[in-house]
């Protein structure tokens, strides 16, 4: 029963570096996410993907690139790392919820902690 | 969360009180879901609601989809220590399955 994992736990970048965040689902769902949160700003979503072979930006979508792999598999990359960007990220998976088509619940990995200096 | 006001922001009760958030929005939700964040780790579905006027309990909590469907609540009865953490709401739109949240209220319960 993994659920949502989510790899790596922590991270350190300096300014201008890149890095991959995977996350991957055994639920069999269609729709995953990307969320940042930073203090006092809840969850923001970057990117997210509402079933295979399709991304779609969302709210701070800027300075990122996401790939949907597979069903399974959802990437986050950061091109060239800023310190803006140094947050807790979390990844998601959608699944219905309510015997409605289009109502989702989230579930959520464990989260990612990045630092950019 | 932009479109989803949650208040309050932090609350510091102590063990055995009644806590009561609520998330008010300018646009019409079909459906109020709420989230518990325990400290280091991801959001996990606390209640959903699909109804206006719809009023569904989870143990201690209890948690309404307000008439007008712009508005819900969350109360915590006869709180806990571990119930220490961050409470989201999130709101989705007809046909949308992607969900908008609040900014959370941290709850801090002093034993």
């Known amino acids: 029963n993994a659920g949502v994992t989510q790899t790596p736990k922590f991270q350190v970048l300096k300014t201008g570096q890149s890095m991959t965040l995977q996350c991957a689902q055994d639920?069999?769902?269609?729709?995953m996410y990307w969320y940042r949160q930073d203090p006092g700003m809840g969850l923001r979503l970057i990117y997210y993907s509402a079933s295979e072979g399709t991304t779609d930006k969302g709210e701070v979508p800027n300075g990122y690139n996401v790939s949907r792999l597979n069903k399974r598999e959802f990437s986050l990359r950061l091109e060239s790392a800023a310190p803006s960007q140094t947050s807790v990220y979390f990844c998601?998976?959608?699944?219905?919820?309510?015997?409605?088509?289009?109502?989702?619940?989230?579930?959520f990995g464990s989260g990612t902690q990045l630092s950019v200096l | 969360g932009q479109q989803l006001n949650q208040s309050p922001q932090s609350m510091f009760i102590q063990e055995g009180e009644d806590v009561s958030m609520n998330c008010t929005s300018s646009?019409?939700?079909?459906?109020w879901l709420w989230y518990k964040q325990d400290p280091g780790e991801g959001p996990v579905l606390l209640i959903a609601?699909?109804?206006?006027?719809e009023l569904t309990s989870n143990g201690r909590l209890t948690a309404q989809f307000g008439i007008t469907r712009k508005d819900s609540f969350l109360n915590i009865s006869a709180s806990i220590p571990s119930d220490v953490g961050i409470y989201f709401c999130?709101?989705?739109?007809?046909?949308?399955?992607?969900?908008?949240f609040g900014d959370g209220t941290t709850l801090t319960v002093k034993p």
């Open positions: 998601a998976s959608g699944g219905r919820t309510g015997g409605f088509a289009t109502n989702e619940k989230l579930f």
């Open positions: 646009s019409i939700f079909n459906t």
């Open positions: 639920m069999n769902h269609n729709s």
């Open positions: 609601l699909y109804k206006a006027g």
């Open positions: 999130a709101g989705q739109f007809l046909g949308a399955g992607k969900s908008t």
